[in-house]
Structure formats: C-alpha cells, structure tokens
C-alpha cells in the first residue's frame, strides 16, 4: 500500500530527519520499530519500494545505522524506563532507572 505524503509535511520530515545527529537516529530507528511493530526497512519497503528500501539500508550503513534494527526492551532498559514514564505521564529521574534495574534483578 503506498501512503501519498502531501509535500509540505514531506519537506519537514526530511529537514527534521536530517537535522538529527547519528546518535539521534539511530534512537529513531528503534522507536519506529518499537511503535509500530516493523523496522524502518520494512516499512520503507512496503510503504515505497524493495528498491527505495535497499537503497536507504546502504546509504544508512554509510553513516552507522541499520534500518533493519529491531527494538528489544531488554537491551535498550535505560530507554525503556524514560519511555515508560513518559506514556504514563511523569517525567523520568535516574531514580526511576534505578528502581527499575532493582525490580528486574540487574
């Protein structure tokens, strides 16, 4: 299914997405995946095409990313306290980290 992004919104997603530093994208890679279930490789593939998503993957391995990356809970722990505490609405502390790493025995 192509999805058809008026070009005005299409402009910012870009400007944004470029504007990221590497550290920065690549959070974003594992957010996509971690919000919608699909990497952004997939996504790409689906939404654009095999062709457009090969050619995002090598022009991502350039520059460090993967766009094949799965988001995994366990391996990304600091970042899945700060997301919990912003989904259920509090501002996340490093003692929130903390007692999280307590309650999972780390």
């Known amino acids: 299914p192509h999805i058809t992004i008026e ?3 299409s402009c ?3 400007t944004f997405v470029r504007k990221l ?3 920065q994208g690549k959070v974003l890679v594992k957010l996509i995946d971690r919000q ?3 990497n952004a490789y997939s996504l790409v593939k689906d939404y654009k095409s095999k062709t457009s998503a090969f050619f995002w993957q090598g022009v991502g391995k350039l520059f460090g990313y993967n766009l094949k990356t799965e988001y ?3 391996e990304e722990f600091a970042m899945e306290v700060i ?4 989904e259920n609405g509090t501002n996340p502390t490093y003692y929130d980290y ?3 790493r307590k309650k999972a025995g780390l």
């Open 21 to 23: 530093t590497m550290s």
């Open 7 to 9: 070009p005005r919104i």
């Open 36 to 38: 919608t279930g699909n």
């Open 83 to 86: 997301l919990r505490s912003i």
């Open 98 to 100: 903390i007692d999280a």
């Open 12 to 14: 910012g997603i870009v």
């Open 72 to 74: 995994d809970e366990e």
